[in-house]
């Protein structure tokens, strides 16, 4: 059992996280885990964060997010690749940002815990069966799209009731999606083939860190 940490802030955005989350029994190593700001989240907040309007919480990142998955598919559909790939990259990158903005501001909600992931669930599997399918085939989709249902079913059963921040071999696994889907966006764009293998190889490796992570999930 691991001993519970008394805060040393009384006030400000980091106490009211703080309660907001003990409210939600994430203590211990999962609170640690789930607030701790990564290299990445200071390098968006020294750059890209400072450029936003405080107004722009996580949560509407992440709505954003939701939005925009039927105008990318709609886009990509129409013949519109350019458009459809330049708002996926955006959407991609909201998946970076809301994280960083809910750790580095202590504006971590449940609502930003559950509805992230599915988020990102939705756009890459949506783009996968639309254009990971045209171009590289069933196989490498139907991987992608199943283990991402295998852990979205694994996170329901297993945690029924309980919140469950992802992991950082999950987070990797999202990165690799991201960065394979879009070469086989630009190779939509630009039919250069080593784009499309890049796409084909980076996502093989997604694939390894997706199973990857149902082995953590099984352990915890």
Known sequence: MSEEITPTFTSGPQALQWKRLKRLKLEGARLDYLTHVTIFDRFFAATILPLLPRSLSPNRITIFRFIS???????????YNIAGTILFVFAALSDALDGA???????????????????????IGSVSLLVVMKYLGWHI??????????????????YSGKLMPAKTIGKLKMILQCVGVGFVLLYGIVPNPVFLLLGQYILYLAIVFGLGSLFVYRSI
């Open 101 to 123: 903005v809910a750790r580095t501001q202590h504006r971590i909600t449940k609502w930003g815990i559950v509805a992230d992931p599915i988020a990102d669930k939705l756009l």
């Open 69 to 79: 998955i039927p105008i990318i598919l709609f886009l990509l559909i129409v013949g």
């Open 141 to 158: 989709t139907f991987a992608i799209v199943a283990i991402e249902l295998v852990l979205a079913g694994s996170a329901y059963f297993r």
